[in-house]
């Protein structure tokens, strides 16, 4: 029974640092990167001679499948929780006859925006969106008139 729970312990912990080391990977700098490398691929190791247990396969199989399961969703979950709210710049265009509606329906969504009337028989609007919620409005109205739009992200000066 030791061996099945130190199998599922290290399945878990590795599925954890497998998926923290992707994201590292890509956003972090060469030193965290190459830690949590080492620090994953040494607990894998582990990992890999536990595999060889005598245990079912199928057992094996299924706790390898919970583990990604859970291990992933804990990570993004906390990921997407630590994630701050960047503002983003969603500028869209409408036809002109619909400008007064757009306008009320930014407003109406407390969306801070401008907009250039009659560029030929468009409207370009800027919407500035400082949480995902405006962004997801915005995205609404957009699908609503059938707007071609382009979304920029601030960078950190």
């Not at 800027?126 to 601030?154: H, L, R």
Request: aromatic share 10%; glycine share 4%; with cysteine.
């Amino acid at each position: 029974m030791s061996l099945l729970i130190t199998f599922i312990i290290l399945n878990i912990a590795n599925v954890i640092i497998q998926t923290v080391k992707s994201i590292a990977t890509i956003k972090c700098g060469k030193t965290a990167a190459a830690l949590v490398n080492a620090a994953a691929y040494g607990l894998y190791t582990i990992v890999i001679v536990y595999t060889n247990a005598d245990m079912n396969l199928w057992v094996k199989v299924i706790i390898v499948a919970l583990a990604n399961l859970i291990g992933v969703y804990v990570v993004k979950f906390i990921e997407e929780k630590k994630r701050k709210d960047k503002l983003w710049k969603i500028e869209f265009t409408v036809l002109g006859t619909n400008t007064d509606n757009v306008n009320k329906l930014l407003e109406f969504a407390k969306v801070s925006h401008n907009f250039i009337p009659n560029v030929g028989k468009y409207t370009i609007f800027n919407a500035y969106c400082a949480t995902q919620k405006e962004s997801e409005n915005v995205k609404e109205i957009i699908k609503q008139y059938n707007a071609k739009y382009f979304v920029s992200e601030t960078k950190i000066l």
